[in-house]
Nanobody, 125 residues
Framework: QVHLVESGGGLVQAGGSLRLSCAAS????????MGWFRQAPGKGRESVAA????????YYADSVKGRFTISRDYAKSMMYLQMNSLKPEDTAVYYC??????????????????WGQGTQVTVSS
């Protein structure tokens, strides 16, 4: 069992920045590929970013490429999502997730075993 807890969400003006954190506990952090997803009202859950077990491979959705950065700290069992140049369309509940089945990482929500409770990000125009 892996327990994930997100933090760092909030209300920010367009163009601003936020850093989301995901604290992992329960199993060996390095055994899991990790991902950030978001879900806006009335929409499905979409992959925002993902990082492999080693941290060497990363993925970003086209909509956030160049603005968001995913990272992980193995000593602290933490994952982060640095979000810069935020736009109103980034408004959503953001979730972190963990999985150990993929070769590097996956962007498919159904392949993630563990999820956090989510943190709200609201970007005002």
């Amino acid at each position: 069992q892996v327990h994930l807890v997100e933090s760092g969400g909030g209300l920010v003006q367009a163009g601003g920045s936020l850093r989301l954190s995901c604290a992992a506990s329960g199993r060996t952090f390095s055994n899991y590929a990790m991902g950030w997803f978001r879900q806006a009202p009335g929409k499905g859950r979409e992959s925002v970013a993902a990082v492999s077990r080693s941290g060497r491979d990363t993925y970003y959705a086209d909509s956030v490429k160049g603005r968001f950065t995913i990272s992980r700290d193995y000593a602290k069992s933490m994952m982060y999502l640095q979000m810069n140049s935020l736009k109103p369309e980034d408004t959503a509940v953001y979730y972190c997730a963990a999985e150990r089945s993929s070769y590097r990482y996956t962007t498919l929500p159904d392949e993630y075993e563990y999820w956090g409770q989510g943190t709200q990000v609201t970007v005002s125009s």
